[in-house]
């Protein structure tokens, strides 16, 4: 069973940048088909997708939010992280890490996405 | 583009169908998933109309032309939530999330 934990700074200050990390259980951030994601929810937001990163592709981005975000993968700790430059109080959100799969339904002969596995959440507020 | 509703009420027991029109439905299927407070997202429709294990049956997916629906029939007031439909863009690399409906159950 696939499990994922954020971790990283509750805060964080303005112009400074945020930094947290993904730690993955259950299955080997090389897996193919899996798509490493970031995704945040601002207060009383919808959900906003930041970026990926696919193991043996790179990465892409949110184009709103490319100039500031960079998303890496740590092979040896099984990590992918996320960083966001230059925060301002807009940045306050929760983050979460996903697992975004790639898949084949072999009966109806189709491939489809999905965000399978979430992690619970973190709570990041930019503010001096 | 993935457009929601903001909004939506049903009466317990009866019908409800949340709707997401895009572009990119004509092109992915589209992936549902429940918010409730505090929680993160779960899917509870994927694929053409598949319910992950767990999910009750009463929830079911739906597409035309370019809006795919989400319906739950015999809705319960655990169902009150928010729901988000979710799909990739026109070129297969971006990632989009329609902006959520929340669900009242009268």
């Known amino acids: 069973q696939v499990q994922l934990q954020e971790s990283g700074p509750g805060l964080v200050k303005p112009s400074q940048t945020l930094s947290l990390t993904c730690t993955v259980s259950?299955?080997?951030?090389?897996?193919?088909?899996?798509?490493w994601t970031w995704i945040r929810q601002l207060p009383g937001k919808g959900l906003q997708w930041i970026g990926n990163?696919?193991?043996?592709?790179?990465?892409y981005y949110n184009p709103s939010l490319e100039s500031r975000v960079t998303i890496s993968v740590d092979t040896s700790k099984n990590q992918f992280s996320l960083k966001l430059n230059s925060v301002t109080a807009a940045d306050t959100a929760v983050y979460f890490c996903?697992?975004?799969?790639?898949?084949?339904?072999?009966?109806?002969?189709?491939?489809?996405?999905?965000?399978?596995?979430w992690g619970q959440g973190t709570p990041v507020t930019v503010s001096s | 583009e993935l457009t929601q509703d903001p909004t939506v009420s049903v009466a317990l027991g009866q019908t409800v169908k949340i709707t997401c029109q895009g572009d990119?439905?004509?092109?992915?299927?589209i992936t549902w998933y429940q918010q409730k407070p505090g929680q993160a997202p779960v899917v509870v429709i994927y694929?053409?109309?598949n319910r992950p294990s767990g999910v009750p049956d009463r929830f079911s997916g739906s597409s035309s032309g370019n809006t795919a629906s989400l319906t739950i029939t015999g809705t319960q007031a655990e169902d009150e939530a928010d729901y988000y439909c979710?799909?990739?863009?026109?070129?297969?690399?971006?990632?989009?999330f329609g902006g959520g409906t929340k669900l009242t159950v009268l």
């Open positions: 996903a697992k975004e799969g790639y898949y084949y339904d072999s009966n109806e002969l189709y491939y489809y996405y999905n965000f399978d596995v």
């Open positions: 259950g299955a080997s951030i090389r897996s193919g088909s899996y798509y």
């Open positions: 990163i696919y193991y043996s592709e790179g990465s």
């Open positions: 990119t439905v004509r092109i992915y299927y």
């Open positions: 694929g053409k109309n």
């Open positions: 979710n799909s990739r863009d026109s070129s297969g690399n971006l990632v989009m």
